[in-house]
């Protein structure tokens, strides 16, 4: 099957797990739970992983799926077999607080490199999909980053962990961006601020996130002409496209100064 024709299916997939999602959130019953102690999951975060795991299995039978509520186990992320990487719902707690920035996100990767990716947001009705080396769209018109070249005047997207004791942390590099960047916006969707870099909406995105969260929106940035990477060297043994750690995409212009900003905020060399 061409990378095209997977795409195909996997962009098909994402829209009936959005229509799922709307009509879950229309029906106005959602059961919530915690997860790792801190972390909000829902009945149709299953339901919804569910569908996408049965339709990826019968229509590729064997190949491997790492997804966020069924299947979370990484060890398959060192592994160079095909592999499936899914969000259900990135952005459970906008989905259940009764915000837009909600995505359905699906990525094929071979031999640890992201090939194909879908992010489909069901209430924004925007659906942003890319193709390794052929280039990225949103409703199938190509979109590229937005080629800004001064971080003073750029908008940087982020995000925060769970863990409220992990953010302590952040702040120093946060008010090092907040202090030389326009404004800094956290919309509480890794795949859709990856989306919006690609697009241009975003100039950079700096955040650690699970595999799920960031594998397709990162092709999809990519593709549209954004520099990717990470803060810090990736360990040895994972594959650098899914590698969360401290992620930097970037309308490349501002990568450099970006990354080297946030080390100065990490290390309270900035004041």
């Not at 969707?189 to 960031?214: I, K, N, Q, T």
Request: charge should be negative; aromatic fraction near 8%.
């Amino acid at each position: 099957m061409t990378l095209e024709e997977r795409l195909e299916q996997a962009t098909r997939i994402a829209h009936e797990a959005g229509r799922r999602i709307r009509a879950a959130r229309e029906g106005g019953s959602l059961q919530r739970n915690i997860k790792h102690g801190n972390e909000l999951v829902t009945d149709i975060d299953v339901a919804v992983d569910r569908y996408i795991s049965e339709q990826l299995e019968s229509l590729f039978p064997g190949e491997a799926r790492l997804t966020e509520e069924l299947s979370p186990d990484r060890r398959d992320l060192s592994d160079e077999k095909p592999l499936w990487v899914v969000d259900p719902i990135d952005g459970t707690v906008n989905f259940a607080h009764g915000h837009h920035h909600v995505a359905v996100s699906i990525a094929w990767v071979d031999k640890g490199r992201v090939q194909v990716g879908v992010v489909h947001a069901p209430f924004l009705e925007e659906t942003f999909t890319g193709i390794r080396g052929s280039g990225a769209w949103c409703n199938d018109e190509p979109i590229s980053v937005s080629g800004t070249r001064e971080l003073d005047a750029s908008l940087i997207g982020t995000g925060f962990p769970y863990d409220r004791d992990a953010r302590f942390p952040l702040l120093r590099r946060l008010h090092a961006v907040l202090e030389n960047c326009r404004d800094i916006r956290r919309n509480g969707a890794a795949a859709l601020d990856l989306c919006a870099v690609a697009c241009g909406r975003l100039d950079g995105y700096y955040e650690s996130c699970s595999p799920w969260d960031f594998a397709a929106g990162l092709l999809i940035a990519r593709e549209a002409g954004a520099r990717t990477g990470h803060v810090y060297d990736c360990p040895e043994g994972i594959a650098t496209e899914l590698y969360g750690e401290n992620l930097l995409v970037c309308t490349p212009e501002i990568y450099s100064p970006l990354k080297s900003l946030i080390k100065k905020g990490d290390s309270g060399q900035y004041r």
